[in-house]
């Protein structure tokens, strides 16, 4: 696996780079964090946290590895860490909130209908996204995560094990466990809608 030229680059003490990898995985890692912790304000104080951590332990940085699996785990735990000490209860339960302004995650190209849709064609796909991201609010934060990691960020299951510290048939477990689950809870919003 070829190492970025960014991370070389931070390795040396260049903190240009920093930016460049800041500039480059800031709409990716702050909608990880914010599905994990909820709260804007906590995701980019965490967000912040994430890239101090990057900094301190970039050195200890294995090259042959995959750095978005290194710097999304470096997130996860920073994120778990701070659930377990403001949310004491299990991180297996879900969370009452709804996730603040769930619509602030998407692109401005996701609101414009494009050429081959009609207005109502958005307005359809941003209801669905919004009944997706309100059901995933629901679950439990393990399976938010693994639904984020694998659907957002389109990581494999590989990354999405070496992110959460579990081995990769648990994260397969979680992964279809999320799925069911989201499945139940949209049908619960839904009977008799088809969420397949």
Do not use: C
Not at 72 to 99: T, Y
Not at 164 to 169: F, K, Q, R
């Amino acid at each position: 696996m070829a190492v970025d030229a960014d991370v070389i680059r931070l390795r040396r003490g260049d903190l240009n780079a920093l930016s460049e990898l800041i500039t480059r995985y800031q709409n990716r890692l702050y909608r990880y964090l914010l599905r994990i912790v909820r709260q804007p304000a906590e995701a980019e104080d965490l967000f912040q946290q994430t890239w101090l951590r990057v900094v301190e332990k970039i050195r200890s940085f294995d090259a042959s590895r995959n750095f978005d699996a290194w710097l999304f785990a470096l997130a996860h735990n920073l994120a778990i860490d701070h659930l377990r000490r403001i949310r004491p209860q299990s991180l297996d339960e879900p969370i009452a909130e709804p996730l603040a302004n769930s619509w602030h995650s998407e692109t401005v190209a996701e609101r414009i209908p494009g050429k081959d849709h009609t207005a109502l064609d958005h307005v359809l796909a941003a209801e669905r996204r919004t009944e997706i991201s309100e059901a995933m609010a629901e679950l439990p934060v393990i399976y938010r995560e693994v639904l984020t990691l694998r659907f957002e960020d389109e990581m494999k299951i590989e990354e999405i094990a070496h992110v959460t510290a579990v081995p990769v048939s648990t994260a397969k477990s979680r992964l279809r466990r999320s799925l069911e689950q989201l499945r139940y809870a949209l049908e619960a919003r839904h009977p008799g809608g088809t969420w397949q």
